[in-house]
């Protein structure tokens, strides 16, 4: 009984290629969030989406398209890699101000 | 832009010893978050910290929040090995985290 799951948990490809990952939450909350942590262990949000609204995008480059069918999903499609774009890719939700609750991650590397 | 910071970046300490994480961050919030990593693995949420003076405790670890001087600090008490991991605090604004840069801690015998 996962709260929030992503899929998969390791992601290795080639640079130039497009690739998604997924995230699921279960515990009915209304907003989803994915952030990065790059090499260094920084952690940037980069999306926001509240009820399947697009509510924050922070300055991704255009190649990274969230897409969430309905409120328990959103996933994140990457077109074009590159060698910048590997880092952990962590899926949260929340029910609103002040709990986030984060997913296990996905480790994208780009070769 | 809201920035967030962190210190030390890294803390190398014996058991038994106690020390303190600093968490600075640049505008107003009334929210603050610290949060555990251990390597590998996700963000596992220790405290959240509400209004100014808060202050909560869990085990040896103990986070406090001073909105106006823009600090909260989290106070490790008689370190053990288990302690050892990455902590990170994180600001909330306008429901986006902003995260400082994390601390990595290692408790050594």
């Known amino acids: 009984d996962t709260a929030v799951s992503q899929t998969p948990k390791y992601l290795v490809t080639q640079m130039g290629n497009d690739k998604s990952i997924k995230c699921e939450q279960n515990?009915?909350?209304?907003?989803m969030y994915w952030y990065k942590q790059d090499s260094k262990k920084f952690l940037k949000i980069m999306f926001s989406?509240?009820?399947?609204?697009?509510?924050i995008n922070e300055t991704v480059p255009n190649r990274f398209s969230p897409k969430s069918p309905d409120k328990a999903h959103l996933n994140l499609h990457i077109n074009s890699l590159e060698l910048g774009d590997s880092a952990v890719y962590f899926c949260?939700?929340?029910?609103?101000?002040?709990?986030?609750?984060f997913g296990p991650g996905t480790r994208l590397t780009v070769l | 832009e809201l920035k967030v910071e962190q210190n030390p970046l890294f803390l190398s300490m014996q058991e038994g010893k106690n020390y303190t994480i600093y968490c600075n961050y640049s505008?107003?919030?009334?929210?603050l978050y610290w949060y555990r990593q251990d390597p590998g693995k996700s963000l596992e949420s220790l405290f959240v910290?509400?209004?100014?003076?808060a202050v909560k405790q869990e085990g040896r670890l103990m986070a406090s929040l001073d909105t106006k001087a823009r600090l909260s600090t989290l106070h490790i008490t008689a370190a053990v090995h288990d302690l050892s991991a990455t902590y990170f605090c994180?600001?909330?604004?306008?429901?986006?985290?902003?995260f400082g840069t994390g601390t990595r801690l290692q408790v050594f015998p």
């Open positions: 949260a939700s929340s029910p609103g101000t002040p709990f986030v609750f």
């Open positions: 515990l009915g909350h209304d907003t």
């Open positions: 989406y509240n009820n399947k609204e697009l509510i």
């Open positions: 505008t107003t919030s009334d929210r």
């Open positions: 910290l509400l209004s100014n003076g």
């Open positions: 994180a600001v909330d604004n306008t429901d986006k985290l902003i």
